[in-house]
């Protein structure tokens, strides 16, 4: 049991974590527009989880994560690092893993090379956490499907060239009703709407998306007709682990700024640093952060060595995204009435980390699964 960094892992960080600096401030002058895709493809945090053949690096879960955790902990922008990471996990996975050869071929260099950006399509105005019950139907045609239904809240919808997509081609057919697709962003029918208004993660636009007799041809499915929820499944193995590895780099940034902010700040006569309370409460963060790391690391180690990881995901995501939550709050206690001046920045992490225990599966989803493996 190694519970360390290989020195090559250690050096990737540190990169990483210095690059990340130079992409907050080029992400903020483009816009987080096109631009941005290209930087964060430069860095090769699109690239990172695809392999060599097609323009990425080729690596595994763990060292993806590790990229991730190195950016945000360097200060990258949240939100423009969970539009790389619902790009890479949500929708690039699943082409790498389900697409037919022609389809990887066509796509994967592109959306590597930030010239492609996706949206994973799931969510439904009436289905959140009850992925089995899709309104939105694909009926079967000469030559492949025509796509009729709404689908409600896709980061970076606005913005993306592709969709990875789900929609009901069985209705009876149970866990084998729904089938995975990747749509053209130009495809006739296809209507990506306009930016939500959201509280956090800003760079990373939202919006929905409405198929109406929507083609796609037959090389666009993912996987076998019927294999949705398996392709989306795998999809959020990946992004419940990878993705969460930006949180990790957000605690890590937070908890570094308090343990400065309590060594400079003076009441009663006394550092922060040196009331007890004030130094529990960052006992506390950081027992969260390091608890929150070894599980997704595990959960990484799992994927990478190709075991199932189900139990280790749930658990990793449950607790990072909690973690986060928790601990930018915490933050913005020690911070206390600067935590409400925007130029200190610690509301806006506060609006960043809210999303986190309900985007890729909320808290009390990732306690069933959790208690579903333990047989319950
Ligand atoms: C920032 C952000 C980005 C997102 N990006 C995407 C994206 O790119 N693509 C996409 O498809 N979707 C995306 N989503 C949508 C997200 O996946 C859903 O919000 C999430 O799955 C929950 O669904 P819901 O909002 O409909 O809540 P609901 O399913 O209505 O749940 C509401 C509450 O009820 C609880 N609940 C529901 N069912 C159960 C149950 N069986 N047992 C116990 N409690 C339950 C939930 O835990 C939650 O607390 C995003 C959401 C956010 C906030």
Redesign the pocket.
Known sequence: MDFGRSAAQQERYARMSADARKLASASSAAGSGRDAWKDLARLGLLGAAVPQEYGGTGFGALDTALLYEAASEGGADTGVLFAAA?HLF?CVRPVIEFGLPETREALLPALCGGELIA?????EPES???VSRLTTRATRVDGGYLLDGT?S????GPVADLYVTYATTDPDGGYFSSTAFAVDRNSPGLVAGAPME?S??AACQ?GEVRFTRCFVPDDRVLGSPGQGQLVFQTSMQWERSCLFAIYLGQQERLIRRCVHHVGERRQFGKRLAELQPVADRLADMKLRLESGRLLLYRACTEIDAGQDPSLWVAMAKLAVSEAAVATALDAGRIFGGRAFQTEYGIEEEVRDAL?AT????????QR?LIARELGL
């Open positions: 619902a949500a949206g994973n399509a799931m969510t959140g956490s009850d689908k809240f896709v980061s970076n959201k956090g993660l939202a999303p309900t985007f890729s599966g909320t808290s009390d989803i069933q």
